[in-house]
């Protein structure tokens, strides 16, 4: 087996919106540089490309245009090439031109192939291996609460008075693959999950992910670091009980994410020289189109939902006290005009010997991954959210009945967990049974 890495800056010009609010930001500076990652794997004939971007989403549309234009150039199969958006909310929204120049959308564009063909020059033999730690204080929390009266809420407020209970629990594992290599720098594959929005304000940075990879590229010179966000959709950085970082405060803020991205990073630190071999053998790799019926609760509403959206987004007094679930309720049917009655949601898979990458078009609950690995505890799994599309969230089933924000929000039905997590299974049993 050979593997090889590849790094570019895709930083955007100041002036482009910083996308993940419900706020207009536009970038007026730039705390740490916004990058792409990609890690090329080569075994027999097969060649397959990880690619992690410090990006908030991509559609599923450009994502198919850039693993085009890479398959054109290098000649991997569009369906060998896996493309993450890592979802960091003091990011862009990749290739959207209501959000970046179209000169900046065709820059990035080429760096998407550069970073692989960077890859693909460094290739040289290696052998993986694994191992997992937690992380020695929690730092993902389930976002979404049951309430004393009964209701459901995300993110109420971490001393609110009225939070019962959490609806689910957090994973803070991180999990590492440790490439070693002959004669070129170590490869550390990270893989942790929960949401990349710690700092705010209108400044680019990459937040944790970032802090992850420079840690560890900094404690550990030879090494080149690639970092994977799993199934995110139903965590963040706020605990119970503690009070929520100042939003005046932008340094207090950075400073609270060094740490976060410190002690992910120290995790996978500990554990670097006592990982266990993986077993190489056959490659399997996957792209399927899982089409979900839209949800069209509300249609009826969408001319009321149009007005009062823009009133959110013009920021209307009348409208600043909405909870964040009805706001998202709100501009779901507002957009219903936009959606088809079917939409397409990507499950992708790449997956050698003992080791997979199993990765889910939109931001998918923590139980996406639980299920996947308890179904194939055999595989040493890593999951990555928005890869290859970022089609919105994808509730478990019991949000769709609980409510809350994400539940409100999502364009789709409620039997989305059924129709992807067993594509899912499905993928990596067939992927088992080639070994």
Not at 14 to 25: F, M
Not at 27 to 46: C, T
Not at 353 to 382: I, M, N, S
């Amino acid at each position: 087996m050979k593997i090889g890495f590849g790094r570019v800056d895709i930083t955007p010009p100041l002036g482009t919106k910083i996308t993940g609010a419900w706020q207009l930001r536009v970038a007026d500076g730039i705390m740490d540089p916004l990058q792409l990652n990609a890690v090329a794997l080569q075994s027999g004939e097969e060649t397959v490309v990880i690619l992690t971007a410090d990006l908030l989403a991509m559609s599923e549309g450009p994502s198919t245009v850039i693993r085009n234009m890479i398959s054109k150039e290098t000649g991997i199969p569009v369906k060998n090439i896996l493309m993450q958006c890592l979802h960091q909310h003091t990011a862009t929204t990749g290739c959207s031109l209501s959000v970046c120049s179209a000169e900046y959308v065709a820059v990035m564009k080429r760096k998407y192939v550069d970073a692989v063909q960077i890859a693909l020059k460094d290739l040289a033999e290696a052998k993986m291996s694994s191992a997992q730690k937690q992380t020695s204080e929690e730092v993902s929390f389930i976002r979404r609460y049951r309430m004393k009266d009964g209701s459901v809420m995300t993110n109420p407020g971490t001393m609110n008075p009225e939070i019962d209970h959490p609806l689910g629990k957090s994973d803070n594992t991180v999990r590492l693959v440790r490439f070693t290599r002959e004669d070129k720098k170590d490869i550390a594959m990270v893989g942790f999950q929960t949401h990349p929005d710690t700092i705010g304000g209108t400044e680019f940075s990459a937040d944790w992910p970032g802090f992850v990879r420079r840690k560890v590229e900094r404690e550990l010179p030879d090494v080149h670091c690639i970092l994977l966000n799993g199934c995110q959709g139903d965590t963040n950085h706020h605990k119970p009980g503690r009070p929520q970082i100042s939003k005046k405060l932008q340094a207090e803020r950075y400073e609270f994410t060094r740490r976060m991205g410190e002690i992910i990073a120290q995790a996978a630190l500990d554990v670097w020289d006592s990982t266990t071999p993986l077993k190489e053998g056959a490659v399997s790799t996957a792209y399927e189109i899982t089409s979900i019926r839209t949800n069209t609760d509300g249609i009826d509403r969408i001319d009321e939902c149009k007005a009062l959206y823009q009133k959110i987004l013009d920021k209307d007094p009348d409208t600043m006290a909405l909870p964040m679930s009805e706001k998202g309720a709100i501009r779901r049917i507002a957009n219903i005009e936009d959606k088809k009655l079917f939409q397409k949601v990507p499950v992708s898979m790449v997956a050698i010997g003992d080791f997979a990458v199993l990765g889910y078009g939109g931001e998918p609950f923590t139980e996406y991954a639980d299920v996947l690995r308890e179904a194939h505890p055999e595989l040493f799994l890593l999951t990555a959210c928005n890869c290859n599309g970022a089609e919105g969230y994808l509730p478990s089933a019991a949000a769709f009945s609980e409510g809350g924000y994400e539940a409100c929000t999502t364009s789709f039905t409620v039997n989305t967990p059924d129709l992807l997590q067993g594509l899912a299974k499905k993928l990596l049993a067939e992927h088992k049974a080639k070994l």
